[in-house]
């Protein structure tokens, strides 16, 4: 499956070992049926992908949004452009121009997440969580690293140092530090499902979930509950200026001052009850301003 690499340039390590990124050239652009194209299992292992609203935005570019070939590899696995293959099938398309390079399984994840950096579809924990997937990958260098360097011949083990290394490595590849990749590695076996698909859709950030998922598991619900609904207030606040602020300016004034007290007390947790009944509350103003505007306007 994974063919000889044609041509290889590489990067030294903190530790010193030799890690390659050896993908062979850019081969001439060919097309390639949509439907025979296929996502890394690295990415699909953690069912990640772009929003509606993404693949939306690259619809509002017309065919311009095919101008770029995919690079995908051998084995037909996608690298780079998955988004733009997203929108190929809902579209029906039956071909899209690629690249072929050749280059591992590894290799591949670590390309695509390379071209994933700074992506809003796949965020910081996305990365992250495929870039764990490259551990062993990393892990096995650094012991072909001890073998060359003539240290700790025959054993199997990492040294302390090595393993610090692995997860530079990792951090390195996913674009963030490594303080976060320890943090995501204890949020995978301690986070309940729920916190983790907010982490995957950006509705949280990796150090809050962290300190949450410290907690019981009946804990981190709650707190999540109390984000969502939080974010929904604020949410609702901003639609209600938008759309009332010219014929109710003071009600708009004490919304905004209602915004600036609820984020004074979020982080208040003996509120917790009262999230979801003020969220409510707030909804329910859009109907009521709407109904004494619309009194005004027939006055």
Same mark, same amino acid.
């Given at each position: 499956?994974?063919?000889?690499?044609?041509?290889?340039?590489?990067?030294?390590?903190?530790?010193?070992?030799?890690?390659?990124?050896?993908?062979?050239?850019?081969?001439?652009?060919?097309?390639?049926?949509?439907?025979?194209?296929?996502?890394?299992?690295?990415?699909?292992?953690?069912?990640?992908?772009?929003?509606?609203? *993404?693949?939306? $935005? @690259?619809?509002? %570019?017309? &065919?311009? +949004?095919?101008?770029?070939?995919?690079?995908?590899?051998?084995?037909?696995?996608?690298?780079?452009?998955?988004?733009?293959?997203?929108?190929?099938?809902?579209?029906?398309?039956?071909?899209?121009?690629?690249?072929?390079?050749?280059?591992?399984?590894?290799?591949?994840?670590?390309?695509?997440?390379?071209?994933?950096?700074?992506?809003?579809?796949?965020?910081?924990?996305?990365?992250?969580?495929?870039?764990?997937?490259?551990?062993?990958?990393?892990?096995?260098?650094?012991?072909?690293?001890?073998?060359?360097?003539?240290?700790?011949?025959?054993?199997?083990?990492?040294? *302390?140092?090595? $393993? @610090?290394?692995? %997860?530079? &490595?990792? +951090?390195?590849?996913?674009?963030?530090?490594?303080?976060?990749?320890?943090?995501?590695?204890?949020?995978?076996?301690?986070?309940?499902?729920?916190?983790?698909?907010?982490?995957?859709?950006?509705?949280?950030?990796?150090?809050?979930?962290?300190?949450?998922?410290?907690?019981?598991?009946?804990?981190?619900?709650?707190?999540?509950?109390?984000?969502?609904?939080?974010?929904?207030?604020?949410?609702?606040?901003?639609?209600?200026?938008?759309?009332?602020?010219?014929?109710?300016?003071?009600?708009?004034?004490?919304?905004?001052?209602?915004?600036?007290?609820?984020?004074?007390?979020?982080?208040?947790?003996?509120?917790?009850?009262?999230?979801?009944?003020?969220?409510?509350?707030?909804?329910?103003?859009?109907?009521?301003?709407?109904?004494?505007?619309?009194?005004?306007?027939?006055?």
């Amino acid at each position: 499956m994974n063919a000889p690499l044609a041509s290889a340039s590489s990067s030294t390590t903190a530790s010193g070992y030799q890690q390659a990124h050896s993908i062979t050239p850019a081969g001439p652009v060919i097309e390639r049926r949509v439907l025979e194209l296929l996502p890394h299992p690295g990415f699909t292992k953690h069912a990640l992908g772009y929003s509606p609203q *993404e693949i939306s $935005r @690259l619809s509002d %570019r017309g &065919e311009s +949004a095919y101008l770029s070939p995919l690079t995908i590899t051998q084995d037909d696995y996608i690298v780079d452009g998955y988004a733009v293959w997203q929108l190929a099938k809902l579209q029906h398309r039956a071909t899209l121009p690629c690249i072929v390079r050749h280059m591992s399984q590894e290799e591949g994840l670590l390309h695509l997440i390379e071209k994933n950096r700074g992506s809003k579809g796949i965020n910081d924990y996305a990365r992250i969580l495929m870039a764990l997937e490259l551990e062993p990958w990393f892990k096995t260098r650094a012991k072909s690293n001890q073998r060359m360097g003539g240290r700790e011949k025959g054993s199997s083990q990492l040294t *302390e140092a090595d $393993r @610090l290394d692995v %997860r530079f &490595e990792i +951090a390195r590849a996913a674009g963030v530090s490594a303080g976060n990749v320890s943090k995501v590695k204890q949020l995978i076996t301690r986070a309940i499902p729920e916190l983790q698909d907010a982490l995957r859709h950006g509705e949280i950030r990796i150090h809050r979930a962290s300190e949450w998922a410290k907690t019981s598991p009946t804990s981190q619900r709650r707190r999540l509950a109390d984000h969502r609904h939080r974010r929904g207030i604020h949410r609702t606040i901003n639609t209600l200026l938008k759309k009332h602020e010219a014929r109710q300016p003071s009600i708009c004034d004490g919304l905004r001052d209602m915004q600036r007290g609820l984020k004074k007390l979020q982080s208040e947790e003996c509120l917790s009850p009262l999230w979801e009944s003020l969220s409510q509350i707030i909804r329910g103003l859009d109907p009521l301003l709407t109904e004494t505007e619309g009194a005004n306007r027939a006055a």
